[in-house]
């Protein structure tokens, strides 16, 4: 198998198992799940990280 | 020997946070290590606690919540908090002297790597900027993630996160 075809397979394989990452999460992770259910700001948390991290416009 | 792997605040925040884009992409590999439990060490640097509390604040999360969460975090058996000292930052100066990527990196990527090289640890975060910062000066960061990579010299680095820890570990972790 040519390394191009490997790498496809791969990432197939991966996505596979992303798919299912949800699926069966160990507690120790869910016991960190924090409830987001009327956020104040409603940007993604990673959008307010960069500005928290860089400043505006700087990300 | 203990392998490290040092987790962004990008990463935790996306663990945490089951309505962020990355959720599931940091389950996965959250999951990963604590598959490797009692051969993993997760660093956490301390600037990582200042920022993923300030961004959650700043969404609405209350201070009890929050506390609550991260002292679960913390009470993880292969979870360390690291603080940061004067001592590392000079030792890091001294490594990195004439390296002009250096001079592009901002205070929490130099935060992060600092860190990082001090422990030889592998690098998660869900921040492209620092992903590219970094690398050149410790190739051992990864974004494990396929989405928001368009144009990017990157895409998912999961598996080159797998493999890495794999080599370190002298193991196989299978998908």
Redesign the interface.
Known sequence: MGSKSRIDL??K??????SK??VG??K??R??????D????KR???E???E???GLGC? | MKHFVLEDSSFVIAVMDPGDVFHRDAVFIFKKILECKDRVIVLIPSVVFFESIVTLIRKGISHSEIEDKFWKLLHLSNVINVPIIETMAFKLCKRLSGNSDFLQMKTSDFVIANVGMEFDAQILTFDKGMRKRVFPTHNEIYYCSSLDTDGESFGDETSRFISDMEIALGEDIPF
């Not at chain 1, 394989?13 to 992303?18: F, G, N, S, T, V």
């Not at chain 1, 016991?31 to 987001?36: A, E, G, P, R």
């Not at chain 1, 009327?38 to 700001?41: G, Q, Y």
């Open positions: 791969q990432k394989q991966l996505e596979k198992a992303k990452a949800l999460v160990p120790v992770i016991d960190l799940y924090l409830k987001v009327k956020p104040k700001d993604s948390s990673n307010i990280l960069m928290v991290r860089y990300a």
